[in-house]
């Protein structure tokens, strides 16, 4: 045998690159479920059971293509649980040339990878994975000599690159970002789509089997599941996103509502991270409902922005700066992850919401992510590390290097304000402006202080004040200190006595 082509779980694209210049009749193709992959980190259930089923239908396709697949089940003979020891067993199996990979998007699995050939005793080629549009030369030299790495200067670059929605030289309808336009709170009342929901077939069957009958305390509800598993049911998915999602997503793509899991966003993440979905296919289908008049410019750049800009930035600030990226605690915060968290047990109608349908769907959309249990998870002072591990553990659409900036960057200010211009922190005013969740809530949004206040109120001050040291030179937040300033100290000292009393509860 000439090559040996091992494809990971997160690699399910046809064209992805080790297979471009690969042979059917040479070349065999190694893909294989193991319980390193599987216990890294606590996944959901949903999350093994989506990958685990897309690789087995992967390989199916692959097969009936007419490629020679290699499939190593979790639970057949002799699995010895890791990605070096299959691939050591299939070189003794199948003597190769050579092992050719694509670069892995984790710097655990990266790391690994260095290590195959001496392992093996068989040459190992690694190439680069071009199914992002930015590569990480490309973005390093981006990044180089600049002060500041903010994602909007990168995004305009991958807008001139790509020609998504520019009129020329310019962008189409006259701004480069309608985020401004695009945070209205959502009413109960509004007619929201509903992500498609697949079949279960035999393949996924067996999975969901395999999932409940090994995987039993892990986090999450297996059933119902409905996740598509191929890249024609995720086809099929993104069609119905872009006729009943898209029009809406910008207006509403911050709002938060009760009862409604999905919103307008796409839920289309996990099958984009997969590889089932190719992010470039996606975005040129989205500026083709723009110019053919079926969504307007805020949703159709609003959600370009998401994917060439801060899906194509995390993941370059992500390699800028790994494998260390992980290790930040900016604010040195050391307290545990609550145990509501995992349980959903807890007064607090946003949190609660939030991890409920995290445990029953694998998803939450990124406000919930962001701006309920991202920002009290930070405003709570919880060690970044613990926070980092829910979310890569948690979400279907997980993987290090997406999950690991939107956590330490973005929501927890643990790098210190690499990625984000200030922390996101904001009191109860900001979760009842945007979402219905006070109305339903034991907590008094409006009551800032004492027994039944929202906590969400006296931890924004208390994390302001107890970083100080930390964020006083931050202009972004001149204003809340002032404000903090000019109270009196008797209405200052409320406010940290009701968070330490919130603290010392959690
Ligand atoms: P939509 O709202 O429909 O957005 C469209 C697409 O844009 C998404 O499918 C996704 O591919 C991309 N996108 C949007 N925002 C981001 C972002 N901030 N970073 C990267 N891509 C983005 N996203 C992941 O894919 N995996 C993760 O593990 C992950 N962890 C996160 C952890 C935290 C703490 C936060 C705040 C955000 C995280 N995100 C992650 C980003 C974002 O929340 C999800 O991409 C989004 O919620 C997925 O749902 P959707 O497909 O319905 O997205
Ligand atoms: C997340 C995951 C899981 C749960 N299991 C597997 C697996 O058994 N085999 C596999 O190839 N990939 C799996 N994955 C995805 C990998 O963790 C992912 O490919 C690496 O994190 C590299 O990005
Ligand atoms: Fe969340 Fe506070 Fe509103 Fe309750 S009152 S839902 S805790 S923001």
Known sequence: MRNLIFILGDQLSHNIASLKNADRDCDRVLMVEVMDEATYVGHHK??????????????????????????????????????TGELKRACERHCPE?????????????????????????????????????????????????????????????????????????????KWNFDAENRKPAKAELSLPRPRR???????????????????????????????????????????????????????????????????????????????LDPHDVCRRVERAYLDGDAPINAAEGFVRQIIGWREYVRGIYWLNAP????????GAERPLPEFYWTGETRMNCVRASVAQTKEEAYAHHIQRLMVTGNFAMLAGVDPQAVHEWYLGVYADAFEWVEAPNTFGMSQFADGGLLASKPYAASGNYINKMSNYCEGCEYDVKKKTGEGACPFNPLYWDFLVRNRNKLKNNRRLSR??????????????????SANRILDRL
């Not at 992002?132 to 180089?144: G, I, N, P, V, Y």
């Open 46 to 83: 949903k999350k093994i059971a989506f990958l685990f089923s897309a690789m087995r239908h992967f390989a199916e396709e692959l097969k009936s293509d007419g490629w020679n697949v290699g499939y190593i089940k979790l639970n057949d003979p002799g699995n010895t649980a890791s990605f």
């Open 98 to 174: 050579r092992i050719i990979a694509v670069e892995a998007g984790e710097y655990r699995v990266k790391a690994a990878m260095e290590n195959w050939q001496e392992e093996t005793g068989v040459r190992v080629k690694i190439l680069e994975d071009d199914r992002f549009l930015c590569s990480q030369k490309e973005f390093q030299s981006w990044a180089d000599g600049r002060k500041s790495l903010r994602m909007e200067y990168f995004y305009r670059e991958m807008r001139k690159k790509t020609g998504f929605l520019m009129d020329g030289e310019e962008p189409a309808g006259g």
């Open 198 to 276: 697949m079949r279960v077939d035999d393949i996924t069957r067996d999975v969901l089997d395999l999932v409940r009958d090994n995987f039993a305390e892990n986090f999450g509800d297996l059933e119902p599941f409905w996740f598509a598993v191929t890249r024609e049911k995720a086809e099929a998915a993104l069609d119905a996103f872009i006729r009943e999602g898209l029009p809406s997503f910008g207006d509403f793509q911050d709002a938060m509502l009760e009862g409604e899991k999905f919103l307008y966003h796409s839920v289309l993440s996990l099958y984009i991270n997969a590889g089932l």
């Open 324 to 331: 260390n990226y992980v290790d930040q605690n900016y604010f």
């Open 480 to 497: 809340a200190y002032s404000t903090w300033d000019r109270m009196d100290s008797k209405r200052q000292k409320e406010y940290r006595d």
